[in-house]
């Protein structure tokens, strides 16, 4: 008997309020103690900044995703493992506060695919505008706005699309229950969801002109707008450290006996090593978007030369950061590739612990290499030849996975599920970008490449490769775990048959005019550069593209109502929750502990076992184990 | 409601205390499907269900889900998953339109044929992948190698197309410079490494695509390899050497992009949002044009006088980033022009609004041409209405102010001397020579209305009141 | 963790994971205050620093080492299920505690001879220790709250994790400040 639920219990909606609410008390407040102090009333940035802040509080604290931690302070106690209202079913449970990493996977993901959707659109918006020279309809303070919307929705998005993959598999790929905090998880969710609210906001508050990068001075005078920037990339980056965390306690805490770090689902070590960047470096660009703040805010000179301060101060801080983020971006997807490859070509994941240790290589030596977006910066000049070595020193471990996925497939026996053409077309286009990176790398190429077009297509190339398509793969692969139901082959092929291409005349265009002459976050270009078509192409690309995605969208949305019922383990493959589970996966995962007994990938090896539940041991005495009584039925959605 | 199962023989076993229940499910299979079933056994407690799965094969076990003396529970838990190919159903006589599948779905029995049926096909393929690898042995050594030396052919002929189609395409603009000797002679190095490198990767992918493609039907695994250690460490010890060898070229390249000329001309060039000024201290001479002699090293001194911006001609190569802050920001560029021609410099760091249109011309000269240009420029034009242009070009004024009418920045200067203005503080003024005065002296004090406020204080810093007067005199003639 | 499916976990493995929990959240924390630290010798180098009361910092520096101290004592007394000591000390702890942040918010940045907006070193000297104090604020109101539940004899000798954890992000605080006193106000000569 389904009872029904009121509008206002559904989380995301008390959310909204609440963040209204608290906008209304952060301008009042600002606006209150100026008039207290005797100073003018309406001081914009003070006033929004602070609406900001009491509006993601607000969101927070009426969503509800606080209460237990608000019954600790007080005393009270909670359950151990907290439940979620057994009224909300269907849409109003997806918007609601949940602390099962399944669900909370499930918001991640779905999220995630709105938020590029939205990225994407930007983009779309200013491709259109830069088919031919000249404006056509978007003016410059338009462009530049909706340019660093892309960028930074877009990084938002992705940040989502790994949250969505590590909090959904880790659990279940090590036989956990959950992750080690729940309520954490939830947390770190949907703080998400204001944070991008403050972004989508900078449209209404007079834009913003600096590109994602935010370089002060220009973002110490820019338009309102980058309050809202600075302050929404501020708590996204709460969502990174505390999703992180999470991932790390999880990893090392939770594993199912017998489950060595080696004899772990090579996902999670991809998951644990980009847990470790996002949860340490990711203060770095909230302390520097926060200086630049302060500098807005009460006439701080960190990055004024004029006042003391130092430009170059922020690049270091900023890119300390924003350089391992973007391994933070990939990692996991290069891990999705990993999982996958041995799945279809039925043949062990060749190297697995080299392929294993290479995620801590790269995140490692990751951290050394930031200064190489700095190298025309004005920077002290003895710094960029050892920039220059830790640079290139990533091809190494990066190279070691590219070898090990070549080794894994040859001599194997492929076949071409829509997952595995996506880690396929992952595995070219990550290439492509790995590729263009060694120009940059190199100081004096670097010198001709820094703020061109080039870079544009090097970068794009990498989040396609590294993130976007193996997040795909990852959705299609899962797909009938998640939703108990089969996505459309066709679909799925005809959307990666138009992605893949489309995406190679995108990047070979932009690499193209960037070589040419074509810098960045302009809205207008030089005919006398004659790049008119390479930019006619690139525009249909995006295009194409964003049509491939809508087809994909479709596929998933009608699938998971009314696709082919599917239980079976549909990939055959070895990994708990395909062996262990039932479809869909129940509200705690596995019902009794799982033991690991053998390698994770022995494809081809007779008779290995990898996993199976501690009962099913043959000849065991099984003690009685203490279970509930017979709960609801596990609803499909 | 077992259509597909003529092939094999289904192994039952019956678990509930029931008779009627027993013998109306034997009574069904036997009579009604066709299917060869073989009632492995019918027990009536959960412990001879366990012995007899135990014991024996069983494919299908169907407990009867009223049954009080049977605890489903502990029956189900311990034959969920463990790689067992057993399907249980629950079935219920006081409910009879539906069975329970062991994961607790209830599924209406027109849906539970296509449950049935996905089932019974996927179990049979997982019996045989368990069976282990395809025992036709196809990959002998020989057939290995052969394997490896085509597709390394391959790769061969992929990079040589690659090359050749890249020399197809517009890559580079001309190279101009010194500077750009060394580092096109790296981006060709690199191009090739690309090329090979890319189709190192993609040919050998893609020979598996085609080559070790799964056979229809095939559904055992392939052959187990779980690596090889000297491998690794060959592919590991390789790029490293590679990216070493190439950091310490790149070292190399900068040293000589880098190395400096004594006898260099000197330029100050300082940017601004949004226009250049270039000024040569030699000879006293302010110009928003860069005017180069041919192979003669120029030493660029880089200063901004708000945001940061670069420095950037394509076909030199190079590019330096402007700081604001005086003196210890001034940062330096090198260039040495070979091509005589007519370049632009546009500015490589986003600077705001205007940052597309932030350009200039920069035109290389013989250094006859060079010299007679320095000699028109020193020499200053008697009419002020003239040099009152050039001070518009240079100190950046037209980069937002018009002189035709159309609405840039700021307010255009057609028409404007002796105009009524209307202020955004709504005061009316007339446009004379103290309000000029003062619109570059203090910008903010008087902002017409519909304008943003965004003339940067300093822009008239190093301007004279001599040369402001030129500049009146010089807009008094736009009518 | 649950008792719903097979696996359980102790009190102790609880434990264990939220002490984990907790230092990678100091480790994450830490990189904030490293921010700090590179920007403060980027600007000033070694040889400058921000012109400052000296006594009034070696006595809120006294006056947050001494909480640490009672702090201390307090998780001691926890030990010994020695609740009236508990309480004390970590009442005591709590008042150093605002009585440091009444020294630097209330009476440092009131007769710092600059404000906000008069340069680099003013700039560092407001962030470092706004930054620094935010922190000891969130740490008083988590010792409020400890003070307040462990009054109400929530805490046991086996079960205070939360007064572990509030000791523990003290201590924290306290060695950040560590590296800021001598980073604010004794490395280098002071500007003018």
């Known amino acids: ?637 | 409601m077992f259509r597909n199962f003529s092939r094999s023989t289904v192994r039952v076993l019956i678990a509930s205390n029931h008779a009627l229940f027993r013998h109306g499910l034997m009574s069904l299979f036997k009579k009604k499907l066709g299917v060869k079933v073989e009632i492995v056994a019918e027990v009536t407690n959960f412990e001879s269900a366990i012995e007899v799965l135990e014991k024996h094969e069983v494919d299908l076990v169907i407990v009867d889900y009223d049954d009080d003396q049977l605890n489903q529970e502990d029956f189900l838990r311990r034959f969920v998953g463990g790689g067992g190919q057993k399907r249980i159903i629950l079935v219920s006589l006081s409910n009879p339109e539906s069975a329970m599948l062991y994961d607790r779905r209830e599924l209406p029995l027109s849906q539970f044929e296509e449950w049935f049926e996905g089932w019974q096909e996927a179990s049979t393929k997982l019996k045989v992948s368990s069976a282990g690898v395809d025992k036709r042995n196809n990959s002998s050594r020989s057939n290995r190698m052969k394997h490896f030396v085509v597709a390394g052919f391959l790769v061969v002929v992929l990079t040589v197309l690659l090359i050749l189609g890249a020399g197809q395409v517009r890559l580079l603009p001309v190279a101009a410079s010194t500077q750009a000797q060394p580092i096109d002679q790296l981006f060709r190095l690199m191009f090739f490494a690309i090329a090979f490198l890319f189709s190192l990767i993609v040919v050998f992918m893609l020979y598996s695509i085609v080559v070790f493609r799964r056979r229809k039907g095939d559904e055992s695994d392939a052959r187990h390899i779980e690596g090889n250690t000297k491998l690794e460490v060959t592919w590991t010890t390789i790029p490293l050497i590679i990216v070493l060898g190439l950091s310490f070229l790149g070292a190399r390249s900068l040293a000589e992009v880098e190395r400096p000329d004594p006898k260099a001309l000197e330029v100050d060039v300082i940017g601004m949002q949004w226009t250049w000024r270039f000024e040569y201290p030699r000879y006293g001479i302010v110009s928003n044009e860069l005017v180069l002699p041919v192979n003669k090293q120029v030493v660029l001194y880089l200063t901004s006088q708000d945001v940061i911006h670069s420095f950037w001609v394509p076909e030199f190569r190079v590019k330096q980033d402007l700081l604001p802050g005086g003196e210890e920001f001034v940062r330096t560029l090198r260039i040495t022009p070979t091509e005589i021609g007519s370049y632009k410099v546009r500015c490589a760091e986003l600077c705001g609004i205007r940052h597309a249109y932030m350009e200039s011309p920069v035109i290389v000269v013989s250094q006859a041409d060079f010299d007679v240009w320095v000699a028109q420029q020193t020499g200053e034009s008697t009419d002020p209405v003239e040099r009152g242009r050039k001070w518009s070009n240079q100190y950046g004024c037209l980069s937002c102010h018009s002189l035709d009418g159309s609405k840039l920045v700021g307010p255009s200067w057609l028409g404007l001397f002796g105009s009524e203005v209307k202020l955004a503080d709504g005061r009316t003024v007339i446009a004379d020579e103290a309000y000029i005065i003062e619109s570059i002296r203090n910008p903010g004090a008087a902002i017409v209305e519909g304008y943003p406020n965004v003339m940067p204080a300093n822009v008239g810093q190093d301007l004279s009141d001599e040369r402001i007067q030129d500049i009146i005199a010089f807009i008094k003639t736009l009518r | 963790m649950t008792t719903q499916t097979g696996v359980t976990h102790s009190y102790r493995e609880k434990l264990a994971i939220n002490r984990l929990g907790l230092w990678l959240f100091i480790l994450s924390d830490s990189f904030v205050f490293g921010g700090l630290l590179v920007s403060r010798f980027y600007l000033l180098g070694t040889q400058a620093r921000p012109h400052l009361d000296q006594v009034v910092g070696f006595v809120v520096t006294v006056l947050l080492l001494t909480s640490s101290f009672f702090m201390n004592r307090a998780e001691i007394a926890m030990a010994h299920d020695d609740r009236k000591a508990f309480l004390r000390n970590t009442a005591i702890t709590l008042v150093l505690g605002l009585a440091f942040l009444v020294g630097v918010v209330g009476v440092e940045w009131q007769i710092a001879p600059f404000g906000t907006a008069d340069g680099a070193a003013a700039s560092i000297f407001y962030t470092l220790t706004g930054f620094h104090a935010f922190h000891v604020l969130t740490g008083v109101i988590f010792l409020a709250v400890v003070l307040r539940n462990g009054a109400r004899g929530h805490y046991s000798r086996q079960k205070h994790w939360a007064v572990e954890a509030a000791a523990v992000y003290w201590h924290f605080v306290d060695v950040v400040w560590i590296f800021f006193y001598p980073a604010l106000y004794l490395i280098g000569t002071p500007l003018p």
Do not use: C
Request: aromatic residues 14%.
């Open chain 1, 1 to 637: 008997m389904k009872e029904k639920v009121h509008l206002f219990e559904i989380g995301l909606v008390r959310g909204l309020i609440g963040m209204t609410l608290g906008v209304l008390i952060g301008l009042g407040l600002v606006s209150g103690i100026r008039a207290l102090l005797g100073l003018p009333v309406w001081n914009p940035e003070a006033a929004w900044v602070l609406a900001g802040v009491f509006g993601t509080i607000g969101f927070m604290l009426m969503v509800g995703v606080m209460r237990d931690w608000i019954k600790w302070a007080l005393g009270e106690e909670t359950p151990d493992f907290p439940e979620t209202d057994p009224r909300l079913q269907g849409w109003a449970k997806y918007l609601s506060v949940s602390y099962d990493h399944k669900i909370i996977g499930i918001q991640y993901g779905v999220t995630a695919l709105i938020v590029i959707s939205l990225a994407g659109l930007f983009a779309i918006i200013f491709r259109t505008e830069l088919i031919a020279p000249g404006i056509q309809f978007l003016q410059p303070q338009d462009y530049n706005t909706i340019m660093t919307l892309h960028g930074i929705v877009m990084i938002g998005g992705m940040l989502l699309g790994v949250g969505a993959m590590s909090n959904y598999l880790v659990p279940l790929l090590i036989g956990a229950n959950d992750m080690a905090f729940p309520r954490l998880n939830a947390f770190a969710y949907w703080i998400n969801v204001p944070a991008v609210i403050l972004l989508v906001g900078t449209l209404f508050m007079g834009g913003l002109e600096t590109g994602w990068t935010g370089y002060p001075p220009l973002s110490s005078r820019a338009p309102l707008g980058t309050q809202w920037f600075l302050l929404g990339v501020y708590f996204i980056g709460f969502s990174s450290i505390f999703g992180a965390l999470n991932i790390i306690a999880t990893v090392m805490k939770l594993r199912a006996k017998g489950m060595t770090y080696f004899r772990m689902p090579v996902f999670v070590w991809t998951a644990a090593a980009t847990a470790l960047i996002a949860l340490t470096a990711t203060q770095l660009i909230g302390l520097s978007f926060q200086l630049v703040m302060f500098e807005r805010l009460f006439g701080m000179a960190f990055f004024e030369p004029a006042k003391g301060g130092n430009p170059i101060l922020f690049q270091h801080l900023f890119w300390f950061y924003s350089h391992p983020a973007v391994y933070v971006f990939v990692l996991t997807g290069l891990g999705v590739i990993s999982e996958l490859l041995p799945v279809f070509a039925r043949k062990p994941l060749f190297g697995y612990r080299w392929v294993a240790l290479s995620s801590f290589g790269i995140a490692l030596v990751g951290f050394l290499v930031w200064a190489h977006h700095m190298f025309t910066s004005g920077m002290e000049p003895y710094l960029r030849v050892p920039f220059m070595y830790s640079t290139l020193l990533v091809a190494v471990p990066t190279g070691v996975k590219f070898f090990s996925w070549v080794a894994t497939i040859w001599e194997g026996k492929l076949s071409f599920e829509t997952p595995m053409l996506f880690v396929l077309g992952a595995i070219s286009i990550f290439l492509l970008g790995g590729l263009s990176g060694p120009p940059n790398g190199v100081v004096a190429t670097d010198l001709h490449l820094q703020d061109t077009y080039w870079i544009v297509g090097h970068f794009h190339a990498t989040m396609f490769g590294g993130f976007l398509f193996p997040f795909l793969a990852a959705i299609y692969y899962w797909f009938p775990k998640i939703t108990g139901r089969m996505y459309n082959e066709t679909l799925g092929k005809i959307h990666f048959y138009m992605m893949l291409p489309a995406f190679y005349v995108q990047s070979l265009g932009q690499m193209q005019v960037g070589l040419l002459g074509m810098r960045r976050r302009i809205a207008d270009y030089d005919p006398a550069l004659q790049i008119e078509f390479s930019h006619l192409l690139i525009t249909v690309a995006a295009y194409v593209i964003g049509i491939s995605l809508i087809i994909a969208f479709i596929n998933f949305a009608y699938s998971a109502a009314k696709g082919k019922v599917v239980t079976t383990n549909v990939w055959r493959s070895r990994s708990p929750e395909w062996a262990l589970l039932p479809t869909p996966i129940p509200a705690h995962n596995y019902p009794e502990p799982i033991e690991v007994v053998g390698e994770p990938y022995d494809y081809g090896l007779e008779g290995a076992v990898y996993v199976r539940l501690s009962s099913s041991a043959p000849l065991r005495e099984t003690s009685e184990p203490s279970l509930p009584p017979d709960t609801a039925v596990a609803s499909a959605d």
